[in-house]
């Protein structure tokens, strides 16, 4: 077991410890609160049972959530390595840091993975993803699958000290189970995103082509796959350093200390970047709201046209009156 703590304490040597340490704990601050912020923000606003939100605004509390907990258990592992000015000890805490860690963030990325996809289904195919009841083939796959792998690292003792915190023994394990799927995921990701923009550009003209100026290119699914789109750009602002830092490593080890500090920050801040997208999807609601309300003045052909307006019906009433007063007249004479 000792032997798991033979790895650099990264920082100590060259003096960024500290700037280091405090860093992630600030930026993991923010996240925190931001997820705390989206989480409590939408449930408060008035809709009917969870599983009857859209699949955006789902995903974006699922979102949250994971990133919470991952900012909360990382922070303890960084707060514990400021106060011992050492690995997290004993190894069983680091560990249990690790496994919580490793499982939050592959669940984070394999959400944004499913996201991604059913945004590239619902351009190409104008289908999406089943995820069945209460979503629980979704949860089946982006949870059961991390819990594995998960399982099967802590088994093999390759879950420990890390030098910056408690993640993957650095190694092969590392090579296997965080540079290779960020990049992997990375690039899946890109080309998804790239496939599924080509879509919403072709549809969208093909759309303003045939109806003309009247187009608006917020037909359900585009603007579906649009909003899905930002959780893919999310990714790729919050993983782009870690692919980065783990190419550098896989061509030499003499990294430079501002692309780790690159790693610490943009990794930590996804609670942040899940609140721009809520807030981006608030938007859209309300727009798509005020142009709810204006259809009915602008549209005068949905207006049912065997409804009598109010006026009609008080003219009708009137004339039926006169008649009959007249009639009435008539006859008295």
């Not at 280091?20 to 925190?32: D, E, G, P, W, Y």
């Not at 303890?76 to 050492?86: A, C, L, P, R, W």
Request: glycine share 4%; aromatic share 12%; proline share 4%.
């Amino acid at each position: 077991m000792s032997s798991m703590y033979n790895v650099t304490l990264l920082g100590w040597d060259d003096g960024t410890f500290y700037p280091l340490h405090i860093t992630a704990i600030v930026c993991m601050s923010c996240s925190f609160l931001a997820s705390v912020v989206v989480t409590m923000a939408s449930f408060k606003t008035p809709k009917k049972g969870f599983y009857s939100w859209s699949r955006s605004e789902r995903f974006v509390v699922y979102l949250a959530v994971s990133e919470m907990g991952f900012n909360f258990v990382h922070m303890f592992d960084h707060v514990t390595m400021v106060i011992e000015e050492d690995h997290v000890r004993p190894l069983e805490l680091c560990q249990f840091y690790a496994f919580l860690i490793v499982l939050l963030v592959t669940i984070k990325n394999w959400i944004l993975v499913t996201i991604s996809l059913n945004a590239f289904l619902l351009m190409r195919f104008h289908h999406q993803m089943e995820f069945g009841a209460r979503d629980w083939r979704l949860f089946a796959v982006v949870v059961g699958f991390p819990l594995l792998i998960c399982t099967a690292a802590l088994s093999f003792q390759q879950l420990g000290p890390a030098g910056a915190f408690c993640l993957v023994k650095p190694g092969l394990a590392t090579f296997l189970l965080t540079t290779i799927p960020c990049i992997v995921i990375l690039a899946v990701n890109t080309t998804l995103y790239l496939l599924t923009w080509f879509h919403i550009r072709r549809d969208a003209q093909r759309i303003k082509s045939i109806i003309g100026t009247q187009a608006q290119s917020g037909t359900a699914y585009i603007q579906a796959a649009k909003t899905m789109t930002l959780f893919i750009t999310v990714f790729t602002v919050q993983w782009w350093a870690v692919a980065v830092y783990g190419i550098w490593q896989i061509i030499t080890d003499d990294v430079p200390p501002v692309v780790y500090m690159f790693v610490v920050v943009f990794t930590n801040i996804g609670g942040c970047l899940n609140l721009v997208v809520y807030l981006s999807i608030l938007k859209k609601r309300r727009r798509t709201m005020a142009v709810g309300t204006l259809l009915p003045t602008s549209r005068p052909r949905d207006q049912n046209p065997y409804q009598v307006k109010t006026s009609d019906k008080e003219k009708a009433q009137s004339s039926t009156a006169k008649q009959e007063a007249h009639s009435t007249g008539q006859a008295s004479l």
